[in-house]
């Protein structure tokens, strides 16, 4: 499933889109988000185009995907995926919604530990469209950055 927001895509296409490849309902999203379901039934029939930050945060999380993608579907301006999904392979827990600042376009490290953030499978090179599942789709090779045997195995 390709989560970004397509070129032309209102709030309103998007989320419905996002929400039906979810198999959720109205009601079980805007509780997952939330918000009142009066005010997604009036996102989606698009008579909401801006969103507050604590909505747009909720329907993130709910609709697993980053709040970039919402606001640039907001905003009405073009996003790639592999410009926005990153993290940290160290810091990472999979399952977990990823921290804010690792989708900012300028950062390229770890604020927590310096690792470099990952934005394609460390395998087959693939961009990273989303992290709903804890191994490329590709490939199959996990995410989240696994300690080697040989490292846990040498001394201090």
């Excluded at 376009?105 to 953030?117: D, E, I, K, M, N």
């Excluded at 460390?122 to 199959?140: D, H, M, V, W």
Aim: aromatic residues 8%; proline residues 7%; charged residues 20%.
């Amino acid at each position: 499933m390709d989560n970004t927001p397509q070129p032309q895509e209102t709030l309103s296409q998007y989320v419905k889109r996002i929400r039906t490849s979810l198999s959720l309902s109205q009601n079980d999203l805007a509780t997952k988000a939330g918000i009142h379901l009066q005010s997604l039934g009036k996102i989606e029939r698009g008579m909401t185009t801006k969103l507050n930050s604590k909505s747009q945060r909720g329907l993130a999380r709910a609709l697993q995907v980053p709040s970039e993608y919402l606001d640039a579907v907001i905003r009405g301006v073009p996003m790639s995926a592999t410009d926005v999904l990153k993290f940290c392979p160290d810091c990472w827990t999979p399952g977990t919604t990823l921290e804010e600042i690792w989708l900012l376009p300028r950062s390229q490290f770890c604020f927590l530990c310096g690792t470099a953030l990952r934005n394609s499978c460390a395998k087959c090179n693939e961009p990273i469209t989303s992290l709903k599942f804890r191994f490329c789709p590709y490939c199959g090779f996990p995410y989240k950055a696994s300690i080697s045997s040989e490292s846990q195995s040498q001394p201090l």
